[in-house]
């Protein structure tokens, strides 16, 4: 992990089953798990907290300058291998290459209850996800929204770039949570990252509705 929302800055504090830490924003995040994984929490998170469940909450004390509601932004299945994985093209349940920004926002989509019906398989590069929206009669638009999913296609030519919207901020930028933000923007490639304030500048958004309960998860290859 580099930095952003799930970077701690004050150390880390055990509540009961639960690990607490503020970011550097001073946003509150509480993880409850076992004690077995609260010690291999301790031993990890400061080198790769991304494979954790984590779900965030607004600190009511900062309340009035964001808008934050719990997400699932960690715990992606293929955490553990990144960056080899996008190296090698391993191909994901939903059909996308592996720690690349596709299959984790396909994962965070799920993740959190939405739908992921309406991909196509091989249609999928990043820049191509809102025609396959629209083709699916998905609303999109070009105001962030916490849960929707952020397209950039004109960036990384030729393939575009996408992310996960965890929070808006009250300037009207937004957060979010991402794998394998371009190199040449000084990311570390095939990795997972957060990022605050991000302009709307070049960006579409696409609301993903929430999917029924009784639609069972893709089957891993």
């Known amino acids: 992990m580099h930095s952003g929302a799930l970077w701690p800055s004050q150390p880390l504090t055990i509540q009961g089953s ?3 830490w503020r970011d550097l924003s001073g946003m509150r995040y509480k993880a409850g798990m076992s004690t077995s994984a609260l010690r291999v929490l301790l031993a990890l ?4 907290s991304c494979w954790l469940v984590v ?3 607004a600190d009511p004390s900062i309340s009035s300058r964001r808008t934050v509601v719990d997400l ?3 715990g992606y299945p293929l955490a553990w291998e990144c960056p080899e994985a996008g190296v090698a093209e391993v191909v994901d349940r939903w059909s996308m290459d592996a720690c690349n920004c596709t299959s984790y926002v396909a994962w965070a989509l799920w993740a959190n ?3 992921t019906d309406w991909f196509i398989a091989g249609a999928m590069d990043a820049r191509n996800w809102p025609h396959v929206a629209r083709l699916a009669s998905l609303r999109v638009g070009l105001i962030p929204r916490v849960g929707s999913v952020a397209v ?3 960036l990384s030519p030729p393939f575009g770039h996408v992310a996960y919207v965890i929070g808006v901020e009250h300037d009207g930028s937004y957060d979010v949570a991402e794998y394998n933000l371009p190199r040449w923007a000084g990311w570390e490639p095939f990795a997972f990252d957060t990022r605050r304030h ?4 070049g960006a579409v958004f696409i609301y993903v509705p929430r999917r ?4 069972a998860p893709p089957k891993t290859p």
């Open 152 to 154: 950039w296609p004109a």
């Open 212 to 215: 029924s309960p009784s639609i």
């Open 18 to 20: 639960s690990v607490v």
């Open 55 to 57: 779900a965030p909450r």
């Open 45 to 48: 998170v400061v080198g790769c």
């Open 72 to 74: 699932f932004i960690s």
């Open 113 to 115: 209850g939405r739908r």
């Open 198 to 201: 991000v302009s709307k500048a």
